[in-house]
């Protein structure tokens, strides 16, 4: 079946790197993407990436795709405290019927 | 405001109420999504809409009932709610195959059944 699984809690300072990671176990899924989700706020798309493609880099945002293991991840660089979110990683699921499958989300906290 | 507008933003109700939700978009989508976010728990799926027709129900229970009377409205009408419905309930919309695109969501509406 599908599914998408998230470790479920990150902290890192500000100014490091956060590495959040996601593993998924439709092979046909066309795009994988990455949503933030604010305190109080609704889920806001904040990169996606083909799958056909290894990486996208986008600012401070870097997204890898192993689709070899079915392992996508989400770096972000030079962190800061207006980072912390919860992060979900999406994946689009087989045919591209329009219904996203989320994981349960990381919850990144970035310490001053 | 990303698009999707849900209202209201805050909603209280005590068990016997009868409310509703609503969701608009003019993004032009075909499809709106309602969802359950409780704290420490996924994402939960309610209803699918494509073009008006509810395409999925997933399992939820007829206190809960979605209205959708055209591509750009949804609604979610509540009632003898129980306090464990208590959640942030947000509405998405995309266009029939998501695409690079994916799901545009609203702010939500949070819930508290008293």
């Known amino acids: 079946g599908e599914d998408v699984e998230q470790s479920l809690f990150l902290s890192v300072r500000e100014g490091d790197s956060s590495v959040i990671n996601c593993t998924y176990t439709d092979s046909s899924s066309t795009y994988l993407y990455w949503y933030k989700q604010e305190p109080g706020a609704g889920l806001q798309l904040l990169t996606y990436i083909f799958s056909n493609m290894d990486m996208k880099q986008d600012q401070r945002l870097t997204v890898l795709l192993n689709k070899k293991d079915k392992h996508l991840s989400l770096r972000i660089a030079d962190t800061q405290t207006g980072d912390s979110a919860i992060y979900f990683c999406?994946?689009?699921?087989?045919?591209?019927?329009?219904?996203?499958?989320f994981g349960q989300g990381t919850t990144l906290q970035v310490k001053p | 405001e990303t698009g999707v507008t849900q209202t209201p933003r805050h909603l209280v109700m005590g068990m016997t109420n009868k409310k509703s939700l609503k969701c608009e978009q003019h993004l032009g989508h075909n499809a709106m999504y309602w969802y359950k976010q409780s704290a420490k728990k996924p994402l939960e799926l309610m209803f699918v809409y494509n073009f008006k027709e509810q395409t999925e129900n997933n399992s939820v229970p007829s206190r809960f009932s979605p209205e959708c009377p055209n591509s750009s409205h949804l609604f979610l009408h509540l009632h003898t709610l129980q306090p464990e419905d208590s959640a942030l309930y947000l509405c998405?919309?995309?266009?029939?195959?998501?695409?690079?695109?994916?799901?545009?969501f609203g702010s939500g509406t949070r819930l508290t059944v008293v």
């Open positions: 998405a919309s995309s266009q029939e195959g998501v695409g690079n695109y994916g799901y545009t």
């Open positions: 999406a994946e689009s699921g087989s045919g591209n019927t329009g219904k996203l499958i």
